[in-house]
Structure formats: C-alpha cells, structure tokens
C-alpha cells in the first residue's frame, strides 16, 4: 500500500499544477449548466431539461477530469519518462493500480463541485443514497481513468491519443442518455426529430 499511496500522492502533485485550468473547466461546466439547460429547456419537449441535464453534466466533468491522467501517461511515453517511474523500487502492478486510482480520485475531485450543484438544484440525498452514488461514480471514474491509461501507453502519438479519446466520448455521451432521456432517443430512432422539438 506505500507504494501505491506515494503513486497517487504523485500524480496529485501533477493534478493541481493545473488548479486554475481545473477551475476555469468547472466554471465552463457550470455555466453549461445555467445557460445552456436553461436554453434548451424552452427549445425541447423535456418538461424541466436543467434538472435533467443536471446529474449528465456531473458525469460528463467526471469522464474529462479521469481521463486527464491519460493524457499525461502519454506524455511520460513519448519523453520517456515512463522508464525513471519503472525503475522505482515498486512492481508494475503497484505502479499501475496507483495510477488508476489516482485517476479515479481525481476524478471525484474535480466532480465535487458539479455533485454539489445537483444536489442543491435537485434535492439532497439519504446517507445510503449518498453512499450508493458516490461509490457508483468511484467506479465509473476508476473504469474510465484505466482505459485512459490503456489507451495512453498503446501509442506514442498524441494526435492518435486524443482522437481515440474523441471517440470514446462520443461513444459514452452521445450514444447514451446523458443528454436526453432513453424514451426521446428511442422516438428520435423510430420517428425522427420531430417530437422534440416544441413547446414546453
């Protein structure tokens, strides 16, 4: 576990590097969230799409944030600072365990904000709720941070890392029911876009 625990304390250090990057994105996430629901919720037939949009928008920060740790394992790859991390007085599951909870971690981190927000502007959950959400976006971001890292140490090309990542987003959000509900998607398929678009 000390081992682990000095990966993670590492690549903390490298997460708040960026505290203002960070803050700025959670400031365009936010602003998504009351400029762009409120929009739409008078362009489409979803009764009140900022509540919805609300928990989407928290996954959504939650999938960017995980997937940040990809972006700088890449990195080391292609410097070759990944040979220095191997030749710690760790093993390679160590090192790789620690680095996926990192990203996991970070991940809540940088979500806290957003999860905070829907709480206020949905209601505040039971402890047991809380629990169950928290420990279901652990998972999700600890998931996403290791296919980051998959894909981040299959290819020493940056341009390759951030178009496999393009399409894995698109695949996760606009596939999903992150933005509309699965009944609009399921009409959208069978009749078009007709019923969404329309009065509140």
Same mark, same amino acid.
């Given at each position: 576990?000390k081992a682990i625990l000095h990966v993670i304390e590492?690549?903390?250090?490298?997460?708040?590097?960026?505290?203002?990057?960070?803050?700025?994105?959670?400031?365009?996430?936010?602003?998504?969230?009351?400029?762009?629901?409120?929009?739409? /919720? $008078?362009?489409?037939?979803?009764?009140?799409?900022?509540?919805?949009?609300?928990? *989407?928008?928290?996954?959504?920060?939650?999938?960017?944030?995980?997937?940040?740790?990809?972006?700088?394992?890449?990195?080391?790859?292609?410097?070759?600072?990944?040979?220095?991390?191997?030749?710690?007085?760790?093993?390679?599951?160590?090192?790789?365990?620690?680095?996926?909870?990192? *990203?996991?971690?970070?991940?809540?981190?940088?979500?806290?904000?957003? =999860?905070?927000?829907?709480?206020?502007?949905?209601?505040?959950? /039971?402890?047991? $709720?809380?629990?169950?959400?928290?420990?279901?976006? =652990?998972?999700?971001?600890?998931?996403?941070? *290791?296919?980051?890292?998959?894909?981040?140490?299959?290819?020493?090309?940056?341009?390759?890392?951030?178009?496999?990542?393009?399409?894995?987003?698109?695949?996760?959000?606009?596939?999903?029911?992150?933005?509309?509900?699965?009944?609009?998607? $399921?009409?959208?398929?069978?009749?078009g876009l007709g019923p969404l678009v329309g009065p /509140?």
């Open positions: 576990m590492y690549d903390f250090r490298n997460f708040f590097r960026y505290r203002f990057f960070i803050a700025a994105l959670i400031a365009m996430n936010l602003a998504d969230l009351f400029i762009s629901a409120i929009v739409f /919720t $008078q362009m489409t037939s979803i009764v009140n799409y900022f509540k919805f949009f609300a928990p *989407g928008l928290a996954v959504v920060g939650l999938f960017a944030s995980a997937f940040m740790i990809g972006r700088e394992i890449n990195m080391e790859v292609r410097r070759e600072v990944h040979h220095y991390l191997l030749s710690l007085p760790m093993t390679r599951a160590e090192l790789a365990i620690g680095r996926v909870l990192a *990203g996991g971690l970070r991940g809540m981190l940088y979500m806290t904000p957003l =999860l905070m927000t829907n709480f206020i502007v949905l209601r505040f959950p /039971t402890l047991p $709720q809380l629990l169950l959400i928290l420990l279901t976006l =652990l998972l999700l971001a600890i998931g996403i941070s *290791g296919a980051s890292i998959s894909i981040a140490v299959s290819t020493t090309s940056f341009e390759k890392f951030v178009t496999a990542r393009g399409v894995i987003y698109y695949m996760f959000f606009f596939c999903s029911s992150v933005f509309y509900p699965l009944s609009v998607i $399921q009409v959208l398929a069978t009749k /509140t």
